[in-house]
């Protein structure tokens, strides 16, 4: 999954476990393991004797990703007492909005924020590089720190609608690279 996260693949690229197995010095039975369970969260497909490759996606599908992430991360916050701190505030996004789905206390956000989370993953050092080149930050972290759930919430929302307004240069980015 790190390696997705950081960018290694594209979508629809085929992933070898053996190299991968080879590469961490590992039998090639838990990187197997790894993307099969990776294939159930519909981030890695397996095709029948082809072998693993990351999930094709659309800028389309990658739009609506988005939208349904910011829901449910916006309904996860709106579970929050305004002022209650959060027990871990990562600054990386990623992590952050992991952390608030989980101190919601509704599973069923937690595990649908954990599935879009990681259907997204692909795009996520495209994102930033986009962003940092337009010099957009979000500091939802410092909004949470200081008990701000209403102006993190802004924050979260301004965010998730500029990832649907750049999905097609987003996905671009990831397609190209």
Known sequence: MRRIENGRYRAGERIIPGMIADELGISAIPVREALCTLVGRDIVEERHNRGFFIAPMTSATLHQLYAAHGLIVDLALQRFVEGRPLANRPRN??????????????????????????????FRKPAESLFSAMGMTWNIADMLRKGEVRQARSLITEYHEICQIHSREIWTISSDR
Request: aromatic content about 14%.
């Open 93 to 122: 996004h990623w992590p952050l909005f992991a952390a608030i789905a989980k101190q919601s206390g509704d599973a069923a956000l937690a595990g649908l924020q954990f599935y879009l989370s990681g259907r997204l993953a692909l």
